[in-house]
T-cell receptor
Framework: AQKVTQAQTEISVVEKEDVTLDCVYE???????LFWYKQPPSGELVFLIR??????QNEISGRYSWNFQKSTSSFNFTITASQVVDSAVYFC?????????????FGSGTKLNVKP | DGGITQSPKYLFRKEGQNVTLSCEQN?????MYWYRQDPGQGLRLIYY???????QKGDIAEGYSVSREKKESFPLTVTSAQKNPTAFYLC????????????FGSGTQLSVL
C-alpha cells in the first residue's frame, strides 16, 4: 500500500491564481516527519519544509503555506498568487522515527504548470 | 559550500556495458541514497547506505550495484543486467537522527545508445 499519496498528477493554473497540492499519508508510527520538495526543470530536488507529527501548527512562508491535519492524515501545500517560476514537480515525503528513520517514502509527485 | 556532487550530468551506455555514476558529498553525512526517476514518474529507491561498508537494497535494486568504502562516496554501477536503464538518477544524503531532511545532487541522465 502507498504510504504517501499525491492524487493530483498534474495541475495547470494561470498566474496569480491560488493552488493547493494535496498529500495524504499512512503510518502506524506515533512519531513521524513530513516533507515537501520542489523539483524544477533542472532536476535537483529542493527542500521546502519539514513538519513533525507533534506540531500541527500551520506554517506560512511568503506565498507558501502548509496545512497539517493529523485527523485526516493530510499535509497539503498551498501556493498563493502563483507565479511562472512555481512551475515544477512537487513531492511529498514521509519518514517514520520508530521503524527506520533513514528510509523515506515519496509520493508520485504533482506537476504544477503556471501559465502567464 | 557543502553539498552533493553527481557526475557526469549526462551518460550514455552501450548494449552490454556496465557504467558507474559518481556521487560525492562533503556534508559529513552517514546516510546516502540512490533514486531512479523515469519521465513523469516519482522517485524509486535503488539502494541506500546508513554507514560506511554497509548498504541495503531498495525497491528496484535488480541490475544495480553499489559500494560504500568511504563516507563521502557512494557510486552506483548500472550493470548489463539492467535491461531498461534509461532514466534520471538522483543521489541524496542525510544527517544523523530522525527527522533530518534529504539533500539531493543535481542528477545524472543515463541514456542507452
Amino acid at each position: 500500500a502507498q504510504k504517501v499519496t499525491q492524487a493530483q498528477t498534474e495541475i495547470s493554473v494561470v498566474e496569480k491564481e491560488d493552488v493547493t497540492l494535496d498529500c495524504v499519508y499512512e503510518t502506524r508510527d506515533t512519531t513521524y516527519y513530513l516533507f515537501w520538495y520542489k523539483q524544477p526543470p533542472s532536476g535537483e530536488l529542493v527542500f521546502l519544509i519539514r513538519r513533525n507529527s507533534f506540531d500541527e501548527q500551520n506554517e506560512i512562508s511568503g506565498r507558501y503555506s502548509w496545512n497539517f491535519q493529523k485527523s485526516t492524515s493530510s499535509f497539503n501545500f498551498t501556493i498563493t498568487a502563483s507565479q511562472v517560476v512555481d512551475s515544477a514537480v512537487y513531492f511529498c515525503a514521509l519518514s517514520e522515527a520508530q521503524y527506520n528513520f533513514n528510509k523515506f517514502y515519496f509520493g508520485s509527485g504533482t506537476k504544477l504548470n503556471v501559465k502567464p | 559550500d557543502g553539498g552533493i556532487t553527481q557526475s557526469p550530468k549526462y551518460l550514455f551506455r552501450k548494449e552490454g556495458q556496465n557504467v558507474t555514476l559518481s556521487c560525492e558529498q562533503n556534508l559529513n553525512h552517514d546516510a546516502m541514497y540512490w533514486y531512479r526517476q523515469d519521465p513523469g514518474q516519482g522517485l524509486r529507491l535503488i539502494y541506500y547506505s546508513q554507514i560506511v561498508n554497509d548498504f541495503q537494497k531498495g525497491d528496484i535494486a535488480e541490475g544495480y550495484s553499489v559500494s560504500r568504502e568511504k563516507k563521502e562516496s557512494f557510486p552506483l554501477t548500472v550493470t548489463s543486467a539492467q535491461k531498461n536503464p534509461t532514466a534520471f538518477y538522483l543521489c541524496a544524503s542525510k544527517g544523523p537522527g530522525a527527522g533530518e531532511k534529504l539533500f539531493f545532487g543535481s542528477g545524472t541522465q543515463l541514456s542507452v545508445l
